[in-house]
């Protein structure tokens, strides 16, 4: 019983494809986040959202869309993906804004 | 913008020492903070979260201190292990730090 998942695990695709990662969480949070781990480790906040609506978007290239059909559910959509876009990304769901954060696995995207 | 900073980036000790990562943050207005720690190529651990009406939080042999009037959190890991050897991160209100990673030696 995962409490935020994501899949895939690992994605491997060609420049310029678009490709999407899904997050779900069944903790019955409020907040769901988007982060993204480069190359050098560091995680830095993309998105935000608090029941269904968009809080934060830290000038994340339009080509990253998230959806938010749900509460628990966050998923990310990258439009013409570029070698830039390789890293790891985490998916994490919190109570409210000033809840602990719970983190997914997290989906290593590679773009070749 | 809240920017959080970590002291030291990398940390070598020898098992049984015990040992004080630091975390400052910019604006002291937090909601809370939270210390994870990042196996490679792992995911992240949660291991405390201090809110921000609290000053501390312990969890066995670790305990992590909340000075908001500083800008200051510090993780004290007591009689460290082989084992704890990680990369241990700061979260201060969505905005994370660059991380320590520890290597502790038998």
């Known amino acids: 019983d995962t409490a935020v998942s994501q899949t895939p695990k690992y994605l491997v695709t060609q420049m310029g494809n678009d490709k999407s990662i899904k997050c779900e969480q069944n903790l019955g949070h409020d907040t769901m986040y988007w982060y993204k781990q480069d190359s050098k480790k560091f995680l830095k906040i993309m998105f935000s959202y608090n029941n269904k609506e968009l809080i934060i978007n830290e000038t994340v290239p339009n080509r990253f869309s998230p959806k938010s059909p749900d509460k628990a559910h966050l998923n990310l959509h990258i439009n013409s993906l570029e070698l830039g876009d390789s890293a790891v990304y985490f998916c994490a769901s919190s109570q409210d804004l000033v809840g602990a954060e719970f983190f997914g696995p997290g989906t290593r995207l590679t773009v070749l | 913008k809240q920017e959080v900073t970590q002291i030291p980036a990398a940390l070598s000790v020898p098992e049984g020492e015990n040992l004080v990562l630091n975390c400052s943050f910019t604006?002291?207005?937090?909601?809370?903070l939270q210390w994870f720690r990042q196996d490679p190529g792992k995911g992240l651990t949660s291991l405390l979260l201090i809110q921000s009406s609290q000053r501390e939080q312990t969890s066995g042999r670790l305990n992590a201190s909340l000075d908001k009037s500083s800008g200051r959190s510090t993780l004290y890991i007591a009689a460290s292990q082989p084992g704890d050897s990680a990369t241990y991160l700061c979260l201060c209100d969505m905005r994370f730090g660059a991380g320590t990673r520890l290597t502790v030696k038998p």
């Open positions: 604006d002291s207005a937090i909601y809370n």
